[in-house]
């Protein structure tokens, strides 16, 4: 089957790092997505990976390791606003979608 | 740019009554899908539109409806809505094909079947 693997719930300090895990098993790999969810709002894209390796954008960072079915979120210097959920999605390469369940991450000060 | 809109923000509704979600975006994207997501569950995909007059199956399509009749909307229908349709919905958008690239998604419908 079909499965992506992220843990329900995170907590940090505000300033600090976080480093969001997820892991998949799917049919075929076509790329990893990354989206936010602040609390009743819409998801919205965060970073998208296709090949190994760490893609850095600002504070954010998304890792991929295509043999190992791993990636991570890392947040740097965690603001307030940064608490939300965070959803892992894998293109299985069939045109699906498949999302994890998400990851919520409450920052404190 | 409004993006996506979504209609209703929230709604109440009786079991066995007939809801249509619209949908509406204004970027010219050729894929649209709906999407419902419950607590402690990924998205799920319900339907989805490669583009104007094609429409297909997601993962969770029975009790639901959708058409395709032009870029801009995609509204999905509850013919005979039950408790089990209890959701938050969600209508995304892709500038490409099936799944090509970053989903944009609308604010949500919020439904509870009662």
């Known amino acids: 089957g079909q499965n992506i693997d992220q843990p329900t719930e995170m907590t940090a300090t505000e300033g600090a790092i976080v480093q969001i895990n997820c892991t998949y098993q799917?049919?075929?790999?076509?790329?990893l997505f990354w989206y936010q969810q602040h609390a009743g709002e819409a998801p919205t894209f965060l970073s998208y990976?296709?090949l190994d390796g760490l893609e850095e954008k600002g504070r954010f960072s998304s890792f991929l390791s295509r043999s190992k079915g791993y990636s991570y979120l890392l947040l740097k210097e965690l603001q307030m606003k940064d608490s939300a959920s965070y959803l892992c999605?894998?293109?299985?390469?069939?045109?699906?979608?498949?999302w994890g369940a998400g990851t919520k991450l409450i920052i404190k000060p | 740019i409004a993006g996506i809109t979504q209609a209703p923000t929230s709604q109440i509704l009786a079991a066995g009554r007939r809801m249509t979600l619209r949908c509406t975006q204004d970027?010219?994207?050729?894929?649209m899908y709906w999407y419902r997501q419950d607590l402690g569950l990924g998205l799920r995909l319900i339907h989805y539109?490669?583009?104007?007059?094609?429409?297909g199956k997601g993962e969770v399509p029975d009790g639901y409806s959708v058409s395709r009749a032009n870029t801009d909307d995609f509204p999905l229908t509850l013919a005979s809505a039950v408790p089990s349709q209890t959701s938050v919905y969600f209508c995304?958008?892709?500038?490409?094909?099936?799944?090509?690239?970053?989903?944009?998604f609308g604010e949500g419908s919020r439904l509870t079947v009662l």
């Open positions: 995304a958008s892709s500038e490409g094909g099936m799944n090509t690239g970053e989903l944009f």
């Open positions: 970027m010219r994207h050729n894929a």
């Open positions: 539109s490669n583009t104007a007059g094609t429409t």
């Open positions: 799917t049919s075929g790999f076509n790329g």
């Open positions: 990976n296709v």
């Open positions: 999605a894998v293109d299985d390469s069939n045109y699906q979608l498949i």
